[in-house]
């Protein structure tokens, strides 16, 4: 259905301003706030030097075209001594190469990382530049000093814009079951980590559930991955109505799940727990996400998707989604977001609502959970499920009742 640009903004309006009405405050100031995103889909800085960097005696695979089962084959080729040199001139090419071999990822990212802190210090104490744009600085140089911690292990990193940054809980390469958070709106590098509210940030998600399945099944070894690999909307503006930025994140995720069929082992695929805007994310990945994500021990090649605090997935059921995923959904009754329209027109809106009973998902509870952000809390139906659906223990899920 076509609609002229006019309707498309009144469109546009109706459903911001009904998530605004819901969540006023804060999320009314962020929607009037808001600008249109611009998405990243190129390869990351230096990858123009590194592909005219003839000086290995080989051609350099470019990271826009080569598949990550390439991409693992051309590292497994180099000595210790041409990975350390091409960590050392290419950090950011390497630290986001999916297919590249884990350890040599979190040792190119620390130094990317470093890099960025020294620029971003620099820049804060510049006085040719305005109070704001040193203040930014200083904030961003805080904001990467954080991931610099000898503990954490960051899976890639990227500085421009806002900020992308992946990072890992757990041993990555060693564990039986992975499980990757995909966030919505407003995830990016200032707010991975958020230590005031920390169940708002990618980061406090991925601690929770880690921390959780260790709790049910310590005998298992895991993996969370927060993925904040894609440029998410701003507030409650134009970008979360659509589903733009979201068709330029799914490749960049089935990228991610090509990359872990690589260089991890898990005994099923890797299980996906996607929240708000990034349920969009999973359901415009979903179809490519089988051959992506299956491992050589798993028959099935079913891959867990949980949705939760969902908008849509920009279908209509999951038979739109291909026969690759098995979709888990919930909402919590206190989730302003079950009130924001569940249709699409015109390409505005993202479709049926994951939880209602004739989409096909299988529905878990999310008792004891509040909010549009409150999914991971101790305690909650909601970080069970999300736990022991990661770990293969279906027996353990908690299914939706009435008031749950």
Request: charged share 20%.
């Amino acid at each position: 259905m076509r609609i002229g640009r006019r309707w498309k903004r009144v469109l546009i309006g109706a459903f911001a301003g009904c998530a605004v009405l819901v969540d006023a405050g804060a999320a009314a100031a962020q929607a009037a706030a808001s600008t249109e995103q611009l998405a990243i889909s190129t390869p990351p800085a230096g990858s123009a030097a590194w592909v005219q960097d003839h000086s290995f005696g080989r051609t350099l695979p470019d990271p826009a075209t080569t598949s990550p089962a390439a991409a693992a084959e051309f590292f497994a080729s180099l000595a210790p001594t041409e990975l350390d040199r091409l960590i050392k001139d290419y950090p950011l090419v390497v630290g986001n190469y999916d297919g590249a071999p884990l350890d040599l990822r979190y040792r190119a990212n620390k130094i990317a990382l470093t890099a960025e802190r020294d620029r971003a210090l620099a820049r804060s104490t510049d006085q040719k530049l305005d109070s704001e744009t040193r203040d930014l600085a200083v904030s961003r140089a805080n904001d990467v000093a954080h991931l610099l911690a000898p503990d954490r292990q960051i899976l890639a990193f990227d500085p421009r814009g806002r900020g992308l940054i992946t990072e890992v809980w757990g041993d990555l390469a060693d564990a039986e079951r992975i499980s990757v958070i995909v966030p919505g709106s407003d995830a990016d590098l200032g707010h991975f980590d958020q230590s005031a509210e920390p169940l708002r940030g990618p980061a406090g998600m991925a601690r929770a559930l880690f921390a959780e399945e260790q709790r049910q099944d310590p005998g298992t070894r895991t993996a969370v991955i927060a993925w904040t690999g894609y440029v998410t909307p701003s507030g409650l503006g134009p970008d979360a109505v659509t589903s733009r930025l979201a068709d330029v994140a799914a490749p960049r995720l089935q990228r991610l799940l090509a990359g872990l069929h690589e260089t991890t082992r898990p005994d099923a695929p890797p299980a996906l727990l996607c929240h708000s805007y990034g349920s969009v994310v999973c359901g415009n990945a979903a179809p490519e996400i089988p051959r992506a994500a299956a491992s050589p021990s798993d028959t099935s090649g079913v891959t867990d998707m949980m949705v939760f605090g969902s908008p849509g997935m920009g279908v209509q059921s999951t038979s739109e989604l291909g026969s690759g995923v098995h979709v888990w959904a919930t909402r919590n009754p206190s989730d302003w977001i079950g009130n924001v329209p569940y249709l699409e027109v015109g390409g505005l809106g993202h479709g049926a609502d994951p939880t209602s009973s004739g989409f096909g998902s299988e529905q878990i509870s999310s008792a004891r959970s509040s909010g549009h952000n409150g999914y991971f809390a101790e305690g909650t139906d909601s970080l069970h499920n999300f736990a022991a659906i990661s770990l293969g223990r279906y027996q353990d899920v908690v299914r939706q009742t009435s008031g749950s």
